[in-house]
């Protein structure tokens, strides 16, 4: 069966960097593409990234982009999600997700169990 | 960038009701309307994607519909297992923005 497991999660403090992983298993990894999605506490889903399935093509969102760079090992079935230049705001559950296709109709059919991610001095 | 809003934010709701959540797009998304259902403590899971494509084991209770700018989701009849928060989501852009969330609880 399809498992994403996250893990990097843990408390940092403004300003500093984490590195989250994500190891794919129970199906292709190099064939879909893959997004990282975020939910801060108490609050909705934010869409954070996603990356091709060969890893050409990467797109972020605004709050993000330049601090936040996601990438892939399709030989060890594993994405990542570099933060840097952390902020209060990013202070959320971190979700690796996958996409059959990535592109216009897309859909995030599976998803990890989350990684905590606080931000905080 | 697109913008999505749902409403109501939230809904009580009794068993054996009908529910529906609306979800309207800042412009135009064709028919790239997904929704998905999250339970507290929960990874959110897809229900319906392409405004009406209902996923493999999802209850025939749950129903989309909608075009272009304005989508729903339907409940025909609320099980105790459908409180739940739920989320549109469109898929026309590269950035895959989220509705706001609906959440029904019990009433």
């Known amino acids: 069966q399809v498992q994403l497991v996250e893990s990097g999660g843990g408390v940092v403090q403004p300003g500093r960097s984490l590195r989250l992983s994500c190891t794919a298993s129970g199906f292709i990894f190099?064939?879909?593409?893959?997004?990282?999605?975020?939910?801060?506490?108490?609050?909705?889903?934010?869409?954070?990234?996603?990356?091709?399935?060969?890893?050409?093509?990467?797109?972020?969102?605004d709050s993000v982009k330049g601090r936040f760079t996601i990438s892939r090992d399709n030989s060890n079935n594993t994405l990542f999600l570099q933060t840097n230049s952390l902020r209060a705001e990013d202070t959320a559950v971190y979700y690796c997700a996958r996409d059959p296709y990535f592109g216009s109709g897309s859909y995030i059919d599976s998803w990890g169990q989350g990684t905590l991610v606080t931000v905080s001095s | 960038d697109i913008q999505m809003t749902q409403s109501p934010s939230s809904l009580s709701a009794s068993v054996g009701d009908r529910v529906t959540i609306t979800c309207r797009a800042s412009q135009s998304i064709s028919a790239y309307l997904n929704w998905y259902q999250q339970k507290p403590g929960k990874a959110p899971k897809?229900?319906?994607?392409?405004?009406?494509?209902?996923?493999?084991?999802?209850?025939?209770?749950?129903?989309?519909?909608?075009?272009?700018?304005?989508?729903s989701l339907t409940i025909s009849s609320l099980q105790p297992e459908d409180f739940a928060t739920y989320y549109c989501q469109e898929s026309y852009s590269t950035l895959f923005t989220f509705g706001p969330g609906t959440k029904v609880d019990i009433k």
């Open chain 1, 30 to 61: 190099s064939s879909y593409a893959m997004h990282w999605v975020r939910q801060a506490p108490g609050k909705g889903l934010e869409w954070v990234a996603v990356i091709w399935s060969d890893g050409s093509k990467k797109y972020y969102a």
């Open chain 2, 46 to 71: 897809l229900l319906i994607s392409a405004v009406s494509n209902l996923q493999s084991g999802v209850p025939s209770r749950f129903s989309g519909s909608g075009s272009g700018t304005d989508f």
